[in-house]
Each structure stands twice: as C-alpha cells, then as structure tokens.
C-alpha cells in the first residue's frame, strides 16, 4: 500500500509551536508527513521548488500555516495539484483575520481549503487531511471512526 504522505509548511520557524497541534494530530491518524519551513516572500524559489515537487515526492496533501499576509497556501496551491489547507496564524495586530481573510479568498482556478485561526485550525487541518486520505485508506478510515467516537463520548 503506497504511504499516505501530508506536507506541512509554514513560513517562519516561529509558527512552529502554532501547528503542533497539527503535527499531533497527524501522527493520531497514522499519516506520515515533513515539517517544512520555507517563506513565501522570503524564499520563493525554494517554495517553488518544494510545491511544484510535492506530487513527484509522493505528499497528497498539503497544509500550509501562515501568518500576516498569509500568501503562503495561495503560491503553492498555484504551482501544485496536490489539495492544500490554509492555517490562518495570528501574526499581527488583527489577529489573524488578515491571514483568514488572504487565505480565504483564492481566485477561481486556485482553492486552499481554509480553516479557522490557530491551533484550532491546525487541528482541524490535520483531521480534513486525514478524512481526504481516508477515502481510499480503511486504516486511516478505522481511526476517524474511533475519533469522532471519542470526541462524542466527551
């Protein structure tokens, strides 16, 4: 069975500690994965390089975590068909709202799924990626289950 491969990205290694919660939920759903850090703005060509390969290199999805002007998840769902997640991070003096509302509205042609601000939203991304995968994955499929049995038994 080919290995169920999920990319994370951020743009600065100081959004680390906000995508562990993501990080933690991927390994519950068995879902193997790199923590990559490679800004947008800060190193394009190494963005480019990682999204436009990210198929080739077996990752099926993609988050993304980003902060600020949150460009991150958009230039590489544009260079890439694997599904990408936005995190919306709270960087800045609004928040995060300036980073849901730069995740959220993508142009036709270029969807980043979006999720909620925080670790919330890193969770969350880590669940729909597992939901995505679990499509085609019985074992992934199983552990949802137990999850969402979890979750109601709290």
Do not use: W
């Amino acid at each position: 069975m080919m290995s169920k491969r999920v990319l994370v990205m951020v743009g600065s290694e100081s959004d680390r500690e906000a995508m562990q919660g993501c990080l933690d939920y991927l390994e519950k759903f068995g879902l193997t994965g790199d923590f990559v850090v490679s800004s947008a703005h800060r190193a394009p060509e190494r963005t480019r390089e990682i999204a436009m390969g990210a198929r080739a290199r077996g990752y099926q999805v993609i988050i993304c975590g980003a902060g600020m002007a949150a460009a991150l998840p958009g230039v590489v769902a544009s260079m890439t068909t694997v599904p990408v997640i936005g995190v919306p991070l709270a960087g800045s003096h609004l928040s995060g709202v300036d980073s849901l509302h730069a995740i959220v509205q993508m142009p036709p042609g270029v969807p980043v799924a979006t999720m909620a601000i925080g670790v919330a939203g890193g969770k969350n991304a880590a669940i729909f990626a597992a939901q995505i995968l679990g499509l085609n994955d019985p074992e992934i499929e199983k552990r949802l289950d137990e999850y969402k049995t979890e979750l109601a038994a709290k």
